[in-house]
């Protein structure tokens, strides 16, 4: 992470009038590491907290290294002044999730959990699920119980990989939101991301379900993006016939 983007808003197209009209602030992989200067995390932070927005989801992969060399970092992203819920990627249970969370106090931590949204006095139904990896740490993926409560309408699915997005369609969920890819990062590795996830980044339309993919904020591997900005993106509803 070095400069902060600009901000991103996106138009999404949902069929439930309940969620007409919300705003949401879509973070992902944000790969803080030792080189995260504390600098970044409150430019991050304060640049966050002066925009509009109902609530804020950052989607899997807060850390690249272990929480120890980080806390200060995180201390500072825990002053986001809003809602903030999120879930594991893949990088955070590697480093260690349970000290990612003993950290994150003023978060809500999302995996295999659900939660209740009021918004404008209307019920919104949030659930998310743990990285795919998680079987590789004994954690259970409660796929069940996941996709009986996004059956409840309107509802909003996150999770750190596109390909989870069947959960969303199965369900009937209105929106799933997802990481991971950093949008290939570097071209053209798009190709190589393709050719394991369904979708790259940007905005998609399945069934009932409207996907998007975040490009996120962080690095994996070289610091270096090319052709796949980072992004911070507020995701605004609108209620339309999807076509």
């Keep these: 992470m070095n400069s902060i983007p600009n901000t991103k808003i996106v138009e999404i197209i949902v069929e439930n009038e309940k969620l007409n009209d919300l705003k949401i602030l879509h973070l992902s992989d944000l ?8 600098k970044e995390i409150l430019d991050l932070v304060n640049h966050c907290n002066n925009l509009e927005f109902d609530f804020c989801v950052i989607t899997g992969d807060i850390i690249d290294t272990k929480v120890k060399f980080i806390t200060e ?24 999730l349970e000290d990612l969370k003993k950290e994150l106090t003023n978060f809500i931590f999302m995996d295999n959990e659900t939660f209740k949204i009021n918004y404008k006095n209307e019920i919104i139904h949030l659930a998310g699920l743990p990285d795919r990896f998680s079987k590789f740490f004994k954690i259970k993926r409660d796929e069940k119980k996941i996709e009986s409560y996004l059956k409840n309408s309107p509802s909003i699915f996150i999770s750190h990989q596109p390909k989870d997005y ?27 991301v393709r050719l394991v996830q369904p979708f790259l980044a940007g905005l998609f339309y399945r069934k009932n379900t409207a996907i998007y993919v975040n490009k996120g904020l962080g690095y994996w591997g070289v610091n270096f993006r090319y052709k796949a900005d980072a992004e911070i993106t507020i995701l605004k509803l609108i209620t339309k016939s999807v076509k």
């Design 31 to 38: 790969h803080i590491n030792k080189k995260t200067s504390k």
């Design 73 to 96: 970092q995180l201390k500072i992203l825990n002053t986001l002044n809003s809602e903030v819920f999120y879930i594991s990627g893949n990088h955070d249970l590697f480093y260690g």
């Design 166 to 192: 069947k959960i969303a369609t199965n369900s009937d969920s209105n929106l799933f939101l997802c990481g991971h890819t950093h949008g290939g990062q570097i071209f053209p590795f798009h190709y190589l």
